[in-house]
């Protein structure tokens, strides 16, 4: 089996990615649809240079796909075509439970004439939030919708007293309605911990973001 995975570079992709590879499958791939105007990729505002780190550390080949907001839909369906010719007869997501998400992923594979995988699937939202935590993986708060969680969240690491926190605030800790978004940084499949700074919040209306961006060091 030849998998590529959908990856955003948080904690639901990257949980997905540790499933996949204890069953034996790690994907061939890291695709990430990266928002061309912006500059980041696409949801959780991870710039090119921190992916790259992320995925240096992983150890898996990363693919960038630069497109718009109407191109998103026919760019994600090239590149698995793309996968598709390459030898991939798979494509993995970490889709949890919104059944407009999967039947879309679904779609654009069958197209593709890929298979779907949904490591997540079905399983209940707050104990994936936990496990990726206690697996051991740094997840970091990238972004929050301001309606639902204050700025002071953004650049902590997802944990028992954060979980707890949100959930006081009324706020599923999964983030599978768009709440907020993470980057993983730290973790048993990374070789080393990816090096970052903060340079601060950005207020971008509806969202705040941390600019959380690679750090050059020595090696």
Same mark, same amino acid.
């Given at each position: 089996?030849?998998?590529?995975?959908?990856?955003?570079?948080?904690?639901?992709?990257?949980?997905?990615?540790?499933?996949?590879?204890?069953?034996?499958?790690?994907?061939?791939?890291?695709?990430?649809?990266?928002?061309?105007?912006?500059?980041?990729?696409?949801?959780?505002?991870?710039?090119?240079?921190?992916?790259?780190?992320?995925?240096?550390?992983?150890?898996?080949?990363?693919?960038?796909?630069?497109?718009?907001?109407?191109?998103?839909?026919?760019?994600?369906?090239? %590149?698995?075509?793309? @996968?598709?010719?390459?030898? &991939?007869?798979?494509?993995?997501? *970490?889709?949890?439970? #919104? !059944?407009?998400? /999967?039947?879309?992923?679904? %779609?654009?594979?069958? @197209?593709?004439?890929?298979? &779907?995988?949904?490591?997540?699937? *079905?399983?209940?939202? #707050? !104990?994936?939030? /936990?496990?990726?935590?206690?697996?051991?993986?740094?997840?970091?708060?990238?972004?929050?919708?301001?309606?639902?969680?204050?700025?002071?969240?953004?650049?902590?690491?997802?944990?028992?007293?954060?979980?707890?926190?949100?959930?006081?605030?009324?706020?599923?800790?999964?983030?599978?309605?768009?709440?907020?978004?993470?980057?993983?940084?730290?973790?048993?499949?990374?070789?080393?911990?990816?090096?970052?700074?903060?340079?601060?919040?950005?207020?971008?209306?509806?969202?705040?973001?941390?600019?959380?961006?690679?750090?050059?060091?020595?090696?």
């Amino acid at each position: 089996m030849k998998t590529v995975l959908s990856f955003s570079g948080g904690k639901d992709s990257v949980l997905a990615l540790h499933k996949l590879a204890a069953a034996g499958n790690t994907p061939s791939e890291l695709l990430v649809m990266y928002n061309r105007d912006a500059g980041r990729s696409w949801f959780h505002g991870i710039e090119e240079p921190l992916l790259r780190e992320i995925a240096a550390s992983l150890g898996i080949p990363l693919r960038v796909c630069p497109c718009g907001g109407e191109e998103y839909h026919l760019a994600m369906r090239v %590149e698995l075509e793309r @996968a598709r010719a390459e030898g &991939a007869d798979s494509a993995a997501f *970490g889709d949890i439970d #919104v !059944s407009e998400n /999967r039947a879309w992923c679904e %779609e654009q594979c069958a @197209a593709a004439g890929l298979r &779907a995988i949904f490591p997540l699937w *079905g399983e209940a939202r #707050v !104990s994936l939030a /936990r496990e990726v935590v206690s697996i051991g993986y740094e997840c970091v708060i990238k972004c929050v919708r301001n309606a639902d969680l204050p700025p002071h969240f953004l650049g902590r690491a997802m944990g028992e007293d954060v979980i707890a926190e949100m959930q006081a605030l009324g706020v599923d800790p999964s983030g599978e309605g768009g709440e907020f978004h993470t980057a993983v940084l730290n973790g048993p499949l990374f070789t080393r911990p990816v090096a970052y700074e903060n340079r601060g919040v950005l207020d971008l209306g509806p969202i705040s973001v941390a600019d959380i961006v690679a750090k050059k060091i020595d090696r």
